[in-house]
């Protein structure tokens, strides 16, 4: 795989395609929407990532809320640069060194797992409602990136896929695997 070295953080606040008082309309946020309202009025109808950047500067802890519990964290690009490896379908494992941590399965294909998924967080994965495991295994991708490989077994059959994963997780128990113990 290929990795930038610098770390990537606050991604969260480049979401900024609703401001915050739409955002406290979404069921997901709902709750929020007093709290955001009695003391947030003047933020209201501003960008929400650059209200969330803001609260987060002023040291309060109330901006995570909003974000799931990886939506925080400091994170790198990294994709596969191998190109016959880009439309493959499979299990993929991440080691670091030499210590399973990760089992994964790709019905699609790598590309979209790997350098449109896990390899690059949109800001938008970083809340409540996006995708919090790709934020959490770039999270433990970017704490360990000189010593992190990737494998994929590659197979065609989706039942295959889905059984070989699961007992995989299930005689390994990946750490990394936090959802599907």
Known sequence: ???????????????????LRETI???RYKALAQVC??????????PLGEVLRQLKSSGGPFYKQFLNP???LAYSTFSIADP??????????YYVGDVLKYVGRCKDSMKKRVNQ???????????RDGQATNCHLNALITAATSDVTLWLCRMDSDGEIEAVESQFI????????IQRR
């Open 37 to 46: 309202e009695a003391s947030y009025e003047q933020h209201l109808d501003s």
């Open 170 to 177: 299930q005689r390994y128990l990946p750490p990394w695997n």
């Open 70 to 72: 990886y939506g925080d």
């Open 84 to 93: 016959s490896a880009l439309a493959a379908r499979g299990v993929y494992t």
């Open 25 to 27: 309309t979404h069921r």
């Open 1 to 19: 795989m290929d990795f930038t070295h610098d770390q990537i953080e606050d991604v969260f606040s480049g979401k900024n395609n609703k401001t």
């Open 117 to 127: 998924g896990y390899g690059k967080i949109h800001p938008k994965n970083c809340f």
